[in-house]
């Protein structure tokens, strides 16, 4: 059986060019049609071809590099430097351009505001396209790992706590060197003491900068590595991170908005990411979809009035619990038009109360002595008040929220959510292996999000009409 062996030594009569390695429909060639698609005066990036000095990258060809190196797991600034020498079609896409790992770094640091602008573009690329019909949106949200230790993040109280323990060493130590200068034989050495309060003073003057931010800030916790992240929790434990939003679009999967908040929970995301897509795709979207963690009903509100159809679950429906209790507040009747509620044992319970504070009505029996001698006594309440019911000052609109999503038709809408919404954070996570942001602060994680949402949505433009049908559509 014979064998092939390599020869690289071997010397050609004509040797090919760069292009002739990457083949036609080689991936690598529609992230480089896409990058020049862009409009890069939009994206907040000036070109000035009559600079003067030493030659800068072309922006582009760097937008290229982070674009198709997020997109393949490569982010770090070494990885790809160490990609544009050893592997081809970075090569052929950086057209043999080499930058350092610092000028890579130094880009994507500089103009983070402009790639977070990216997805932008891409989404009404994708519009363009007919690739996104804006009928219907998913949101959903995903929690990233700060680049930064949960260990160093302080709370209030513990400063104020060090900073009183630190006054004291601090006039410890002016007491000791007034000592020292009457009794100088006996005590240690000034220079020693010196240094000592030197040290002192220098963090006094740090935590009381990290307590007038908290102050500014309104905030009872503080990173003092990356102080815009916030404390998350996911499956891997709790850290220090970002809640990553994207809004998805029903018709082909793809991301039309992304945005990073230190919030820990979706609950005042709804009505901002909704509108913020409807910005980009320029219409009103005919359905609005999101999980549970998203019901805050003002929120939800701000969507439906304007027309458009809310499909989220409330508490027990996203948890699918059937209503057993034969004394559960909804075996209660509640008449309108005398606001009142009728139990099961048809005794009328009214109003009594308004609570603000949790936007709440009260409804409780006229004569409490009915609900103690009530055969239910016992299973229905226990309380010597008798049976308390609270109505929410929305309680129609709730309703209202809840029966829409129950609809056969909204019900299958919904179950479209997981395969549309959730797919783009799985591919993120563990296909390119980015589960932490690399840049700190909120414009950072918001411009790296934003080249994740890129590069997926990128993916799913190759798998709908192949590397050549992309290069065409965009190059018509």
Not at 378 to 388: D, I, L
Not at 407 to 425: D, G, M, S, V, W
Not at 444 to 461: H, Q, T
Request: with cysteine.
């Amino acid at each position: 059986m014979a064998y092939r062996y390599g020869e690289r030594t071997q010397s050609v009569l004509f040797p090919q060019s760069i292009d002739d390695y990457v083949s036609a429909d080689d991936p690598v060639r529609a992230y480089d049609a896409f990058v020049e698609q862009l409009d890069l005066e939009a994206l907040g990036i000036t070109i000035n071809e009559r600079n003067t000095g030493c030659p800068a990258y072309a922006p582009k060809a760097m937008l290229k590099l982070l674009l198709y190196g997020y997109s393949y797991g490569e982010r770090s600034s070494r990885k790809l430097e160490r990609a544009v020498h050893h592997n081809i079609s970075f090569i052929w896409l950086m057209g043999k351009l080499k930058p350092d790992h610092k000028t890579i770094a130094r880009f994507r640091r500089n103009h983070r505001q402009a790639i977070g602008n990216l997805l932008k573009q891409c989404a009404r690329m994708c519009v363009e396209l007919d690739l996104i019909t804006g009928n219907t949106l998913f949101v959903d949200g995903s929690k990233f790992r700060a680049n930064a230790g949960i260990g160093k993040t302080q709370r209030k109280a513990t400063l104020q706590e060090q900073l009183t323990v630190i006054d004291q060493h601090i006039a410890q130590i002016l007491a000791d060197a007034d000592a020292a200068d009457e009794h100088e034989r006996n005590d240690p050495s000034l220079v020693k003491m010196s240094k000592d309060l030197s040290d002192k003073q220098a963090l006094q003057a740090k935590i009381k900068t990290l307590l007038e931010t908290m102050d500014s800030t309104q905030t009872t916790r503080f990173n003092t590595t990356d102080p815009d992240s916030c404390i998350v929790k996911s499956r891997q434990g709790t850290h220090a991170g970002y809640n990553a939003q994207i809004t998805v679009d029903d018709a082909h999967g793809l991301i039309v908005h992304s945005d990073v908040v230190n919030e820990s929970n979706d609950i005042n995301q709804f009505a901002k990411q909704i509108k913020a897509a409807e910005e980009i795709i320029e219409k009103q979207v005919t359905n609005a979809c999101a999980d549970n963690g998203y019901v805050n009903y003002e929120q939800l509100k701000q969507v439906s009035n304007a027309g458009t159809t809310v499909i989220v679950p409330s508490k027990k429906q996203a948890q699918h619990k059937r209503i057993d209790n034969p004394f559960d507040k909804e075996q209660f009747c509640y008449d309108m038009r005398t606001d009142q509620y009728r139990c099961p044992a048809g005794q009328l319970l009214e109003l009594k109360k308004i609570r603000q504070d949790k936007q709440v009505k009260v409804y409780r029996i006229k004569q409490t002595k009915m609900c103690r001698r009530c055969q239910y006594y016992n299973q229905c309440t226990n309380s010597k008040h008798g049976r308390e019911i609270h109505r929410y000052l929305d309680e129609e609109y709730r309703a209202q929220i809840a029966h829409c999503y129950a609809q056969p038709e909204n019900q299958t809408i919904y179950a479209r959510r997981k395969t549309k919404a959730e797919l783009p954070f799985g591919h993120m996570k563990y296909n390119l292996k980015a589960g932490a942001f690399l840049l700190r602060g909120l414009l950072g994680a918001r411009a790296e999000l934003s080249l994740l949402g890129c590069c997926f949505n990128i993916s799913r433009m190759i798998t709908l009409l192949g590397v050549t049908g992309v290069i065409k559509q965009l190059h018509p």
